[in-house]
């Protein structure tokens, strides 16, 4: 004669069933400094080349890489960029853009700006806008930049954030970068942006 299993059977199989369905789905693990609590990215209109308004919010559905630097910079800036290449080759041009931002308006107008991010790549836009406009935007954004002293040819350095930000295809801030982030980790989370 068959005895009926004891209901702590039942409990126990239960338990054991989400604690398995729990561990099968595991949150992707970002690379980067992962925002808590994503929220929408501010958007912004800067210039591009030729003048034309450039909005963050015109590449909504695409991954969107920020960059704030400038032309002059001896060292970070264009170590950045070239990693910043590295990522865009791996990952490809459909889901992914690159905007450099520059702290740095007074010498980078809008053409230079441009001329330098896409003489890493040819997609990457470069923008710049008006002092002010630029205070705006990298106050938003939380970066810092300020100028140097200038030397006895005009030319000074510009301290500044060095941070990459990424906002994921839904329009929302959600990694950060330090220097010197391996590209490949850039890479590994651009991918699992375009795949939620």
Known sequence: MNRPLPLRFYLFVAMLSLLLLVACR???????????????APDFTLTGAGGRPVSLSDFAGKVVLIYFGYTFCPDVCPLTMSDLRRVQEEVGDEGLQVLFITVDPQ??????????????????AG????????????????????????????NYPVDHTAR?????????????????????????????????
């Not at 595991?26 to 929408?40: K, M, N, V």
């Not at 010498?107 to 990457?124: K, L, N, V």
């Open 26 to 40: 595991q949150e992707p693990e970002f690379r980067g400094t992962l925002l808590s609590d994503p929220a929408p």
């Open 107 to 124: 010498r980078d107008t809008p053409e230079i700006a441009h001329a330098y991010a896409s003489g890493f790549h040819p997609t990457f």
């Open 127 to 154: 923008l710049s806008g008006t002092p002010e406009e630029i205070a705006t935007v990298a106050a938003d954004w939380g970066v810092f930049y300020e100028a140097g002293e200038p030397d006895a040819s005009g």
């Open 164 to 196: 990459v930000f990424a906002v994921d295809p839904a329009g929302r801030y959600r990694l950060s970068y330090a220097f010197e982030t391996p590209p490949e980790d850039i890479v590994a989370d651009v991918r699992l942006l375009l795949e939620e």
